[in-house]
């Protein structure tokens, strides 16, 4: 029997609209072994970032600069068919229009590690016992 190939998840689109959260998190994920693509804090802009290429994931905050909300940076990557990490002070309830789940703030950065581990093996079909989820990591079913 052949192993199943793993969907790894190497290219970050990061939408945050606080400066030294948003440069300590990309930092951070690089140090990591990611590619950050971008980090922006409009959803216009984390759109033209989608058009324009591959992304494996975004992380967006759900309150953005420019008075937008992370739900139309959902709604965006969602038509581009690209999963969405909301990471927020307060979880949304509901299945967020679509994201894959929502990590609160503040976390650490081992736990959004862990989360990114935990959507990548949610992607691959492995049913999470496998890999742990995070504290404060809410996933939504119809994101997934």
């Known amino acids: 029997m052949l192993a199943r190939r793993k969907r790894p998840i190497k290219r970050l689109l990061?939408?945050?609209?606080?400066?030294?959260?948003a440069l300590d998190t990309e930092h951070f994920l690089r140090e990591a072994g990611f590619a950050v693509v971008a980090t922006v804090d409009r959803a216009e802009d984390a759109a033209?970032?989608?058009?324009?290429?591959?992304?494996?994931?975004?992380i967006t905050d759900m309150g953005l600069a420019d008075g937008g909300s992370g739900l139309d940076v959902v709604r965006?990557?969602?038509?581009?068919?690209?999963?969405?990490?909301i990471v927020t002070g307060a979880c949304p309830l509901d299945t967020a229009?679509?994201?894959?789940?929502?990590?609160?703030?503040p976390y650490s950065r081992n736990g959004?590690?862990?989360?990114?581990a935990a959507i990548e093996a949610r992607l691959d079909g492995e049913d999470g016992?496998?890999?742990p989820v995070p504290p404060g990591l809410v996933f939504y079913e119809a994101g997934s």
């Not at 033209?48 to 975004?58: E, K």
């Not at 229009?97 to 703030?105: H, Q, S, T």
């Not at 959004?112 to 990114?116: G, Q, V």
Request: glycine share 14%.
């Open 129 to 131: 016992a496998s890999v």
């Open 97 to 105: 229009e679509g994201a894959i789940g929502c990590l609160a703030k």
């Open 112 to 116: 959004l590690l862990k989360a990114i």
């Open 48 to 58: 033209a970032v989608l058009a324009a290429g591959p992304v494996d994931l975004v």
């Open 76 to 85: 965006g990557a969602g038509e581009a068919g690209v999963p969405v990490l």
């Open 14 to 21: 990061l939408v945050e609209d606080e400066a030294l959260i």
